[in-house]
């Protein structure tokens, strides 16, 4: 629901969407008024099928920058912008290019699959993206590799390689939001409310995720939150992904695992900031061609796989 407070902001940011032709995209971590603007909320597969799909001139992002360097590697043509130039991935700036061709260069034979959350030219480093929602399937379509480096996060990837039963090589990434999900919290939230089911994010540490009933993309979540009969649900995610729950579900109640799990970056993007890059059409991201084309090809393998 907008407020009134808000009421006029929104009424701006929509004639001057229409007016740029633009569409607005955003991530189930943003904050619910920004969710409620968009075209399309959503988690990071849904959002690159959305910006490959759209035949808007600009997309807006409302998430952070290697979400829009994604929709950049998918729609050259189009004018991508991103609110705020401070929201970026700490887990993405756990790795760099360099750094992935040294350790590729260590294991010459090993595929690399990226992890969504990571920058456009470790993309072009990679020979397949995945998301959360499809790592698994897609480490499984791997069965000619003989070893797999997974970048760049370390939790993700453990979870995968229990689920496939393939040993990777994992890149000691992690999200430092995610790592605010403590087991201890699940079990004392258990205790409380017996009748409910928990769902973790894969970000999640290993202990965090052996406790859940089902570990599941943001996406997931919301499919699982409409299906499951348990009127209690526990969360353990980023808490921007409660405001779409509760909205979709409104006869459920969920339950953070913890209040404390807030992405910063996420939250800098907010209704003025959206305002402001429509009328200024800042600031634009564009991966630079040469890379663009290398991580092109690693993302239309992933976005091939999970049609
Ligand atoms: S929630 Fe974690 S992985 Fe997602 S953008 Fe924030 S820091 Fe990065």
Redesign the pocket.
């Known amino acids: 629901m907008i407020s009134t407070d808000n009421a006029s902001l929104v009424e701006k940011i929509l004639r001057l969407k229409k007016r740029r032709n633009a569409v607005i995209l955003a991530h189930n971590?943003q904050l619910g008024e920004v969710q409620e603007i968009a075209d399309f909320a959503g988690d990071s597969l849904e959002l690159s099928q959305k910006a490959a799909q759209t035949d808007a001139e600009v997309i807006v992002f409302c998430?952070?920058q290697f979400m829009a360097e994604t929709a950049s590697i998918l729609c050259p043509d189009k004018k991508v912008i991103l609110p705020d130039l401070h929201a970026g991935?700490?887990?993405?700036d756990m790795i760099t290019a360099d750094k992935l061709a040294e350790k590729k260069r260590e294991h010459p034979k090993a595929a690399v699959v990226c992890y969504i959350?990571s920058p456009a030219d470790v993309k072009a480093e990679s020979d397949v993206c995945c998301t959360s929602a499809n790592a698994v399937q897609i480490v499984e379509n791997l069965r000619d590799a003989q070893e797999i480096i997974f970048v760049p996060?370390q939790y993700l990837g453990n979870y995968v390689a229990n689920k496939t039963g393939k040993e990777m090589i994992l890149w000691p990434g992690f999200?430092?939001?995610?790592v605010r999900i403590q087991a201890r919290d699940i079990m004392r939230l258990r205790e409380e409310y017996p009748q409910a089911k928990v769902m973790v994010h894969p970000?999640c540490r290993p202990d965090v995720a052996a406790l859940a009933d089902a570990v599941l993309s943001t996406g997931g979540m919301c499919k699982y939150a409409g299906e499951e009969v348990a009127r209690d649900l526990i969360v353990g995610t980023?808490i921007g992904i409660l405001h779409r729950l509760r909205n979709e579900n409104p006869r459920k109640r969920f339950i953070p695992v913890s209040e404390q799990a807030v992405?910063p970056?996420?939250k800098l993007i907010t209704l003025e900031t959206v305002l402001w890059s429509l009328e200024e059409m800042t600031y634009e991201v564009k991966v630079p061609e040469e890379i663009r084309t290398r991580a092109r090809s690693a993302v239309d393998k992933m976005l091939t796989a999970s049609r």
């Open positions: 971590y998430g952070v991935c700490p887990m993405a959350n996060d999200c430092p939001t995610h970000e980023e992405c970056r996420m």
